[in-house]
C-alpha cells in the first residue's frame, strides 16, 4: 500500500481527479464537518448581496482535504509526516479540481526513508487553486 | 483555533472524510483499519481543522439569540460596517495552513489545541490594494501532553472584494 523508495524518482508525477463539478452541497456538508460556518461559503443571499462574489466559494481548507486525499490515496495511510499548502485562487461552485505531485527528493534520515513532494491543484481552466508541499514515510 | 478538550470520535472522523469526498475505509471501517497497517481507524489529514467545534469562542458558528453574521430576513444579521470587514465574510481569507504530524490520530484521543502568535507582514496584491498577513500556530497535544499534530495558519486581508482574474 505504501510507496517503496526503490521505484521513486525525483520528478515522478502523480495526479488525480479530488472532485468533478464541486456542488454547494459539498461545500454545506464541509462546513458542517469542519464547523466553519462562514456564510461566505454556504450563504448565497450574504455572499452575492453583501461582500458582492459572483456566488458562494469552497472553504480553503475544504480544497485542501480533498488535496490530502490524492495524497494519501499515493503515498499510504498515516504515512504523511508533513503536508502544507497556500490557497492561491478561490473554488467555485461547478470547479473540477486536478490534485499533482512531484516528486523532488528521495531521501533516507536514520534508515528511514523519505519523500518530499511539491503539490499543486489545479482547476478545469488549468488555473492553480493551492500549491504547496508534503513529506512522507515510505518503505526502503 | 483554542480548546481545552478536543475529542477524536469515529462519528466526527466519519462524517468530515465524507464532506472532503474520501471513501477509504481507514477512516470508517473498523475491520478493515484494525487489519491495515495502522491498526485502526485514523483521521484524515486535515481532520485537527474541525477542532473549531469545540473552540468555546469561534466565531463562525451561529449562536441561538446573537446576532449572526449571514442572511435571515436581511441579507445579513449583523452591521454593514461589521459585514464589510475584511471583506472575506469572516474577516480575512485563508492564504495558508500547514501541518507537521507527530503520531496518527485515533478515536478516543481526546486533544487539547493551544494557539501561540507568529508574526505579521505586508506586501502589495497582485491587482492592487495592501495585503495584510498575519501568522499563527496551533498545537495539538494528547492527554499525556504529547505533541500530535501541530498547525501553521496564515491568514490574509484585503483592501477590497478579491475578483477572479
Known amino acids: 500500500m505504501a510507496l517503496s523508495a ?135 | 483555533m483554542t480548546a481545552e478538550r478536543f475529542p477524536v470520535e469515529a462519528g466526527h472522523i466519519m462524517m468530515f472524510a465524507r464532506a472532503i469526498g474520501d471513501p477509504n475505509p481507514i477512516y470508517s471501517d473498523e475491520a478493515y483499519a484494525a487489519a491495515s497497517e495502522r491498526g485502526g481507524i485514523i483521521a484524515p489529514p486535515t481532520f485537527v481543522q474541525a477542532s473549531a467545534q469545540y473552540d468555546p469562542d469561534y466565531p463562525l458558528r451561529p449562536r441561538p439569540g446573537a446576532p449572526w453574521l449571514g442572511s435571515g430576513r436581511e441579507p445579513t444579521g449583523t452591521p454593514p460596517d461589521k459585514a464589510g470587514a475584511g471583506r472575506g465574510g469572516g474577516g480575512g481569507l485563508h492564504a495558508e495552513q500547514h501541518f507537521t504530524y507527530h503520531r496518527d490520530l485515533h478515536p478516543g484521543d481526546v486533544l487539547s489545541a493551544t494557539t501561540r502568535p507568529g508574526s505579521s507582514w505586508e506586501r502589495e496584491g497582485r491587482r492592487g490594494g495592501k495585503l495584510v498577513f498575519s501568522e499563527g500556530f496551533t498545537d495539538y497535544r494528547d492527554e499525556k501532553g504529547e505533541l500530535v499534530v501541530t498547525a501553521r495558519f496564515v491568514g490574509v486581508r484585503t483592501e477590497r472584494t478579491v475578483e477572479e482574474s
Open chain 1, 6 to 140: 526503490r521505484d521513486l524518482s525525483v520528478g515522478d508525477v502523480h495526479e488525480a481527479v479530488v472532485v468533478d463539478n464541486l456542488s454547494r452541497t459539498q461545500i454545506v456538508q464541509y462546513a458542517g464537518a469542519s464547523g466553519d460556518y462562514n456564510p461566505i461559503h454556504t450563504d448565497e443571499v450574504f455572499a452575492t448581496k453583501v461582500v458582492g462574489y459572483p456566488t458562494v466559494f469552497a472553504h480553503g481548507m475544504l480544497t485542501m482535504g480533498l488535496t490530502g486525499r490524492m495524497l494519501t490515496d499515493w503515498v499510504g495511510d498515516g504515512r504523511l509526516t508533513s503536508f502544507g499548502v497556500r490557497f492561491s485562487r478561490q473554488v467555485w461552485p461547478g470547479d473540477t479540481l486536478t490534485a499533482r505531485a512531484t516528486v523532488e527528493a528521495v531521501r533516507a534520515e536514520e534508515g528511514q526513508h523519505f519523500v518530499d513532494l511539491a503539490l499543486s491543484t489545479r482547476n478545469q481552466n488549468d488555473e492553480e487553486v493551492v500549491s504547496g508541499s508534503a513529506t512522507a514515510r515510505i518503505d526502503s
